[in-house]
């Protein structure tokens, strides 16, 4: 068994982590192993039942597509950990390499990415780098088609493209789909090689450093790599800073080469590049103090087209959550409706596989009517909000229930990102969002394009913020140009004209 798909004593389940609302196990499970990549309907319902013996009853799907159980204590957590293992389910482990949840099955991607994400986990394990790397550190192997991870951000990203030259991957680091920076478009092998020694040099920084930590000529060094010839020598380091000299693209070239060419079996060399001081870092997330967050990205939510008459229902949980038996009684009607495997995908969605194409609509229905999102339009898909209270001891507000009214009467204004936060944690949206609702010592605090963490513009109680928000939703109706979005609005209404309508009786 690959090493990166493990079968019992999950670290994540060994080791769950402290929230607000008691402990959190995480987990990728594979069942079947990597060529199938999803739960059979069954093990989903057991998988629930677990969580709601042993924690709090909910259980959610992260943007990444992870499984995540909440309320465990600790002496329920190990008693969890013993019935997953009893399932037998194989997670995965080490540097997430994630790729997309019709990896291999959608007759319109670029390229089946499983083969090269398989080679990069293999790799990884290799380099030993797994020990070295922070755990948030991932790699994104996206083949194109129907369900691309453009909105999942990573330290290393490879997109497949079409030429005439056949298929190639765009290699790019720290960002998501729309902002991360291009270094090279290469076949496998360079693909490969150049994200093991993006993962290298990142390690070299310590466990706390990310892809957007490279220096630029880091950066450089690895997007000139693929263009000239393998150089036949090693690199010429210098004996007082170890530096590999950099007068010319070759040496760049043999810098990386030293760390990505060897024979198999040794360990590679560590590429001595060390960042100058005050040199500029690669990082690449973000923008300007006045520039709004991009809009969101549609969720893959409804049905897809696979190699006929095969489909794919694509049903996501709101805000990324849902009680366990919610999710078992969908489990329940899929399985009685001929499905015979659910992914977890990124977008905080399940994919229900397998049944016939006239069981779909009846599956919609019964996930719509357990409260499920069925419909990309649906107002939810653009409201981030975390448990906040009373589910997590940190919430300072109701997240979820204010975020429910926002969306049922604020839904046509909802083209930008609204991130509605129990605390400054922001756990539901680290990134910033166009508004950001925070719960803290004087009740609802409105953030504009900004973090959880930002200032507030202006607060209101905590009871009241839904209607905060109708009175923001009402200025932009008023003060909208045709044709305008309302996150275009929002940026001449301004932080302090936001504020002020936010503040209205
Ligand atoms: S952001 Fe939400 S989930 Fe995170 S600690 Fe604060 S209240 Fe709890």
């Known amino acids: 068994m690959n090493a990166f798909l493990r079968r019992g004593a999950c670290p994540a389940l060994a080791a769950p982590m402290q929230t607000g609302d008691g402990l959190l196990v995480r987990l990728n499970p594979v069942a079947g192993g990597p060529s199938s990549g999803g739960l059979s309907p069954k093990l989903l319902i ?3 039942e677990s969580a709601l013996r042993h924690g709090n009853g909910i259980m959610e799907v992260t943007a990444r597509g992870s499984l995540q159980i909440r309320g465990l204590t600790s002496e329920s957590a190990p008693l969890l950990a013993t019935e997953v293992d009893a399932l037998d389910i194989a997670v995965r482990t080490g540097v997430p390499v994630e790729t997309g949840p019709l990896a291999g099955i959608d007759p319109q991607e670029i390229a089946n990415s499983r083969p090269l994400a398989e080679r990069i986990r293999a790799a990884v394990e290799e380099a030993g780098l797994a020990q070295r790397l922070g755990p948030k550190v991932s790699i994104v192997v996206d083949g194109g088609g129907q369900l691309r991870l453009d909105a999942v951000t990573a330290d290393v990203r490879l997109a497949a493209t ?3 030259a056949g298929v190639r991957w765009q290699v790019s680091v720290a960002g998501d789909g729309r902002n991360a920076k291009p270094l090279a478009t290469v076949e ?8 093991i020694a993006v993962l290298r040099m990142t390690a070299e920084k310590g466990r706390e450093a990310h892809a957007r930590d490279l220096t630029e000529r880091q950066l450089a060094s690895l997007a000139s790599w693929h263009s000239v010839p393998p150089p036949s020598v090693l690199p010429d380091i210098s004996s007082d800073r170890g530096e590999v000299a950099l007068s010319s693209p070759l040496s760049l070239v043999a810098g990386v080469a030293a760390i990505t060419q060897r024979p198999k079996g040794e360990p590679a060399a560590e590429l001595p590049i060390s960042p100058l001081a005050g040199e500029m870092s690669g990082r690449t997330e973000g923008g300007g103090q006045d520039r709004l967050p991009a809009p969101p990205t549609p969720l ?8 006929a008459p095969n489909t794919a229902v694509a049903i996501a949980l709101p805000y990324g959550s849902m009680p366990a038996d919610k999710i078992i009684d969908l489990a329940q009607s899929a399985l009685a409706l001929g499905t015979s495997e659910i992914r977890l995908a990124p977008g905080r969605t399940l994919l229900f596989l397998g049944q016939p194409t006239a069981a779909n609509r009846p599956l919609q229905d019964t996930a719509t009517t357990l409260g499920f999102v069925t419909d990309a339009a649906d107002p939810r898909t653009r409201i981030a909000a975390c448990p906040g209270t009373p589910a997590c001891a940190s919430g300072r507000i109701a997240t979820r229930d204010i975020a429910e009214a926002i969306a049922a009467e604020s839904a046509d204004i909802l ?3 609204l991130h509605i936060s129990g605390c400054a944690k922001g756990c539901a949206h680290p990134g910033k969002a166009a508004l950001t609702l925070v719960g803290g010592e004087n009740g609802a605090g409105l953030v504009v394009n900004a973090t959880a963490k930002g200032l507030p513009a202006g607060y209101r109680p905590g009871y009241d913020a839904a209607r905060g928000i109708s009175r923001v939703a009402a200025a932009i109706r008023s003060a909208r140009l045709p044709g305008e979005s309302a996150a275009a609005c929002l ?5 302090a004209g936001i504020a002020e309508a936010y503040r209205q009786e």
């Open 162 to 164: 079409r030429s005439d």
């Open 46 to 48: 057991a998988l629930a």
């Open 415 to 417: 083209d930008f990102t």
């Open 300 to 307: 893959p939510i409804g049905i897809f087209n696979l190699a």
């Open 491 to 495: 940026t001449r209404l301004g932080a």
């Open 188 to 195: 496998d092998d360079a693909a490969c090689d150049i994200a």
